[in-house]
């Protein structure tokens, strides 16, 4: 039976949707605050006169990022580390994740590897070591100085862990009393019923990915192997006084290392705005049953 709502839960619900409303836009606010400054010229970013509409509407900034002659170079280069490093990731999380989902019975050596990576969220060696091992492994100015040092995400792992373990005991037991092994119940029982965290897992990694820019600046010695976040990071707008002409006077008055680097971050965004939408549905499912064991 439908029962017609009262005034007061009505009430309730709406006060509820302004609530919300409210905190949406105070989220998306300095986003969009960047975006107009990004589309904004020098005078009015420097007067403070952008707050959330474009004034002096261009597109200097992008089109200088876009001209800079290491731009799609280090653009390729954050592709190929996203989709090296995703998959490593992915790999080396599944590989770990199921056998520390079984009982001690099944991995006797289960409490061990747990408390050894619990051990490794807590505590890191630091970025010197880091930085000496990668350079006695002769890594440096190569792709896997940005790929395997985090080649295993830790929070990852834990995260996947816990969902295999809240899958039902019955699924093992039915599939070893049929003579499947490990691996049959891993890739063909588990995997499949694992989406919505193996979609969280992915798309935390393509971010980490994407996002991170200081290896790319200790590991990379040549402007050529930047990723593309390190190298928009160390964009700036360069005034040479002795070389100043009317072309550079009247970029100057259209950009700013302020309109540059609001560019920046749009520029930054927007590929993970894009995948983010195909993988939203799963985000929060994955988070909620992976996140606790019953």
Sequence with gaps: MVRNKTFGSRLSEGVLLAVMLLISAVSLAPVWHTVSLSFSDNAAA?????KFWPRGFNLESYRKIMVEPHFLHSFLVSVERVLLGGAINFALTVLMAYPLSRSGKEFPLRSAYMWFL???????????PLYITVKSLGMFNTLWALVLPGAVPVFNVVLLMNFFRNLPKELSEAGYMDGAGPWFMMLKVFL????P????????SVVGHWNSFFDGMIFMRSVENYPLQTYIQQLV??????????TQAELLEKISDKTLNAAKIVVSMVPILAIYPFLQKYFIHGIMLGSVKE
Excluded: H, K, R, W
């Excluded at 420097?46 to 952008?50: D, E, I, L, N, T």
């Excluded at 965290?197 to 935390?204: G, H, P, R, Y």
């Excluded at 707008?237 to 009317?246: K, M, P, T």
């Design 46 to 50: 420097a007067g403070g006169f952008v």
């Design 118 to 128: 619990l051990f490794t969220m807590l505590f890191s060696g630091g970025v010197i």
């Design 192 to 195: 499949p019923l694992s989406l």
């Design 197 to 204: 965290s193996l979609a969280t897992v992915t798309l935390f």
């Design 237 to 246: 707008v360069q005034l040479n006084i002795a070389d100043l002409d009317s």
